[in-house]
């Protein structure tokens, strides 16, 4: 299983860009990219997912390089009420059933 | 369209008893799990079902059993509970093929004293 590292914090004021970075050295040919969000007292929510370069939705866009072996998460004009903590998941989702991974995240706190 | 709901929201259970958290879908998911979340840590995987009548054992499965009788239900039953199981209980579900995007309830709060 790809191990993932990412900053344990971060952060930024309303209406800045944000970009967490999440290192992921001996990710797998199959394994895929995703990060969820999690507010206090909440399940997680599933933000985005990609398997190699750029991947955009309506909240976020997700970038891979080339090695994959990190992935930025890029949040444009962030609020106040993007506070909360940040997970980045690497695995093979096609099959691997229960081979969601969750690491410590990222907490990213907003102010304004 | 209620997503996953998840029963009850909290507890308080003396060390040895017993009790059983019920996870609900209406998305007609295949895929349900159950993670723990402990202060300042990830959520880990208690055990996960691929469909109806099946189960498997995830990362810390040890004190927990489960059972899927239903496609839309995942019970989660801790039959001697003890303070090390104190934590908050998110179940989710997928669909498959889709681990990744999977979509999480609000969880149980379960303290053991």
């Known amino acids: 299983l790809a191990k993932t590292t990412q900053p344990i914090s971060m952060d930024s004021y309303e209406g800045q860009e944000v970009n967490i970075t999440c290192s992921h050295n001996n990710i797998a040919t199959n394994d895929y990219i995703t990060w969820y969000q999690q507010f206090p007292s909440q399940g997680p929510r599933f933000i985005i997912q990609g398997y190699k370069t750029k991947v955009t939705n309506e909240v976020a866009s997700l970038f891979i390089p080339a090695d994959r072996k990190s992935s930025t998460l890029s949040l444009p004009r962030v609020s106040l009420s993007d506070t909360a903590v940040y997970y980045c998941l690497v695995g093979d989702y096609g099959g691997s059933q229960g081979n969601l991974i969750f690491g410590k995240g990222t907490k990213l706190s907003v102010k304004p | 369209n209620a997503g996953v709901t998840q029963t009850p929201k909290f507890r308080v259970l003396k060390t040895g008893q017993s009790m059983t958290l019920l996870c609900a879908q209406d998305?007609?998911?295949?895929?349900m799990y159950w993670y723990r979340q402990d202060p300042g840590m990830g959520l880990r995987l208690i055990h996960y079902s691929v469909g109806e009548g099946t189960t498997a054992k995830g990362e810390v499965p040890d004190g927990y059993n489960v059972s899927r009788l239903k496609k839309q239900n995942f019970l989660l039953g801790l039959e001697s509970a003890a303070p090390s199981q104190t934590s908050v209980y998110f179940c989710?579900?997928?669909?498959?093929?889709?681990?990744?995007?999977?979509?999480f309830g609000p969880g149980t709060r379960l303290t053991v004293t």
């Open positions: 998305m007609n998911h295949e895929y």
């Open positions: 989710a579900s997928s669909y498959p093929g889709m681990e990744g995007e999977q979509y």
